[in-house]
């Protein structure tokens, strides 16, 4: 709910002399839960000229925005917190009702800022157990969003400019280091590398397959040059992925290249063509990857 209110000062005439007035807006955020009672609470008041001859008085700037992103999230937390806290499960040792003890604050970082969180401390008033958090998970620092939006960027450009752009655009003020955003790609690419291929409802009548090989060279003397496979794979509707690994890393690029054709709709019944140089290292991956037709030879190795 917003509302809006206005403060102009008028000359003699009756008219609002020009860049002379201003505009005030309260952003209410009004929550309904499940009993259907409805709170509501103020979140932010913003003051913008209403005068449009100045570009720069259009709409609100980015730090009203990321100020406004910030506060919205964590009244958020707020109501999601307070209604987390009226839990009161039974003690796991007499089957006693939990009473409070205290409270124990949590911070954690999401894509709109960090946020607290306050959490009970509860207390078996039989037998003096306790427990804190009501299944809160205490390990995680950040929220997935956070964490896919730094891996995606990541993914694109160096760590310390993803780390920039992620200050600059969003209020966020927490897992902003270039070390950090380096950890949590690490650790998405690690989950899903684990993770089961997605299969698309519409299995794939024909596969082109294309893979390729090709160094890194080190910049410096003595230092070690990576070998590095990469590939291409399309479907006949358009559908399209790429991969590719460090050889001799713990990525297995046979396992890689299964879970690829998996995830555009590979079945049994699939034509898979497969397009690569001579290499016979290539040729064998192919061959481990169960694309048992022969390659074709790359028309631009042949000229």
């Known amino acids: 709910m917003i509302g809006g209110s206005w403060s102009h000062r008028y000359d003699r005439s009756g008219m609002l002399p020009a860049g002379d007035s201003w505009m005030e807006w309260t952003l209410r955020l009004v929550g309904t839960g499940m009993d259907g009672q409805s709170r509501s609470c103020d979140v932010m008041v913003i003051s913008r000229p209403d005068d449009l001859g100045q570009i720069t008085n259009v709409g609100l700037t980015l730090a009203e925005a990321k100020q406004l992103l910030a506060q919205i999230q964590q009244k958020v937390v707020d109501g999601q917190a307070n209604h987390h806290a009226m839990v009161r499960p039974d003690c796991r040792s007499c089957g006693g009702r939990y009473h409070t003890k205290g409270w124990r604050p949590h911070r954690i970082a999401t894509l709109f800022g960090e946020v607290r969180v306050e959490l009970p401390r509860l207390a078996c008033a039989g037998c003096g157990c ?69 299969k698309p409802p519409i299995a794939a009548t024909a596969i082109t397959l294309s893979l390729d090989s090709t160094f890194i060279r080190s910049c410096d003397e003595g230092e070690r040059h990576l070998e590095v496979r990469v590939g291409n794979v399309e479907t006949v509707d358009g559908g399209r992925q790429v991969f590719g690994a460090v050889t001799r890393a713990e990525t297995d690029i046979t396992a890689l290249i299964k879970r690829t054709l998996e995830t555009v709709g590979r079945t049994d019944a699939t034509e898979v063509t497969a397009f690569t140089d001579g290499c016979p290292g290539l040729r064998a991956v192919l061959a481990n990857a169960s694309v048992t037709k022969p390659p074709i030879l790359d028309w631009f190795r042949a000229t």
């Open 130 to 198: 306790g427990e804190t958090g009501l299944n809160w998970p205490s390990h995680c620092r950040s929220t997935p969003g956070l964490d896919e939006l730094q891996a995606r960027l990541s993914a694109l450009m160096p760590y310390r400019v993803a780390a920039d752009l992620l200050q600059h655009v969003l209020p966020i003020n927490a897992g902003t280091s270039p070390e950090t955003l380096r950890s949590h790609t690490l650790q998405v690419g690690r989950r899903l590398g684990d993770a089961a291929a997605e």
